[in-house]
C-alpha cells in the first residue's frame, strides 16, 4: 500500500492566518491526489483534485501544490468556517487507494 | 445534482453480517466508479471498495475475504456486505461516487454517512 503521512495532526490557527498542510507519499503518485474538509458529523468535501485543480464552489482561498512526492494545502486567510478536519487522498494506486490520518484545523 | 443515501440496520452482531445500501438520485449509475469507505468514530478513513457501472469490483486487500460490493442498475442501488463482523467493523459508513465519469479518481458526491455498531 502506497502510505501518505499527514501533518500536523493538529494545528491551532486564528480567523486571517495562512495555514499550510502538508501530506507525503511513500512512493511516487505523479500528481493523484485530493484534499477533502470534512466537518463533525458530515461528510468529507473534495476541495481540489489532481493535487492543484480547485474543484467547483471551491473558495480560491485554497489551494494545492507538489514537489515530488510531497503535497502541501494552504489556506491563504483562515476564515471561520475552515476550522475543520482535512484529508489527503492519493489515487495514483487504486489497490488500494489511502488517506492521510488528517490534520484537525482548531481555533487558537 | 446527484445525491447519495445510505440505508440498513444500525446494529449488528458481531460474527454476523453487515448489510448496506446506497441510493443513487438524481442521476444513473451509468459511467461511473461507485465506492464504500468508512470511518471508526474519531478515526481517518478506509476506502473499502468499489463497483463499477459494469458489475466490475475491486476490494482493499485488508477486507478482500470478507467484502461483497454488487449493483442493482435497476433500482438505481448498489450494496456492501461485510462477513464475520467483529468491534473493529464499527463505523460511519458513506458511499461515494468517482468525481468522473469512466475513472478511478477521487469521491464526489458522497452519502451522509451511517453509524454501524457492531454489539451483541
Known amino acids: 500500500d502506497i502510505q501518505m503521512t499527514q501533518s500536523p495532526s493538529t494545528l491551532s490557527a486564528s480567523v486571517g492566518d495562512r495555514v499550510t498542510i502538508t501530506c507525503r507519499a511513500s512512493?511516487?503518485?505523479?500528481?493523484?491526489l485530493a484534499w477533502y474538509q470534512q466537518k463533525p458529523g458530515k461528510a468529507p468535501k473534495l476541495l481540489i483534485y489532481?493535487?492543484?485543480s480547485l474543484d467547483s464552489g471551491v473558495p480560491s482561498r485554497f489551494s494545492g501544490s507538489r514537489s515530488g512526492t510531497e503535497f502541501t494545502l494552504t489556506i491563504s486567510s483562515l476564515q471561520p468556517d475552515d476550522f475543520a478536519t482535512y484529508y489527503c487522498?492519493?489515487?495514483?494506486?487504486?489497490?488500494?487507494?489511502?488517506f492521510g490520518q488528517g490534520t484537525k484545523v482548531e481555533i487558537k | 445534482q446527484v445525491q447519495l443515501q445510505e440505508s440498513g440496520p444500525g446494529l449488528v452482531k458481531p460474527s454476523e453480517t453487515l448489510s448496506l445500501t446506497c441510493t443513487v438520485s438524481?442521476?444513473?449509475?451509468?459511467?461511473?466508479?461507485w465506492s464504500w469507505i468508512r470511518q471508526p468514530p474519531g478515526k481517518g478513513l478506509e476506502w473499502i471498495g468499489y463497483?463499477?457501472?459494469?458489475?466490475?469490483?475491486n476490494y482493499n486487500p485488508s477486507l478482500k475475504s470478507r467484502v461483497t460490493i454488487s449493483l442493482d442498475t435497476s433500482k438505481n442501488q448498489f450494496s456492501l456486505k461485510l462477513n464475520s463482523v467483529t468491534a473493529a467493523d464499527t463505523a460511519v459508513y458513506f458511499c461515494?461516487?468517482?468525481?468522473?465519469?469512466?475513472?478511478?479518481?477521487?469521491?464526489?458526491?458522497w452519502g451522509q454517512g451511517t453509524l454501524v455498531t457492531v454489539s451483541s
Open positions: 438524481g442521476g444513473s449509475i451509468s459511467s461511473y466508479y
Open positions: 489532481k493535487a492543484s
Open positions: 487522498q492519493q489515487y495514483n494506486d487504486y489497490s488500494p487507494t489511502t
Open positions: 512512493r511516487s503518485i505523479s500528481s493523484w
Open positions: 461515494a461516487r468517482g468525481s468522473r465519469e469512466l475513472e478511478l479518481r477521487d469521491f464526489d458526491p
Open positions: 463497483v463499477y457501472y459494469t458489475g466490475t469490483t
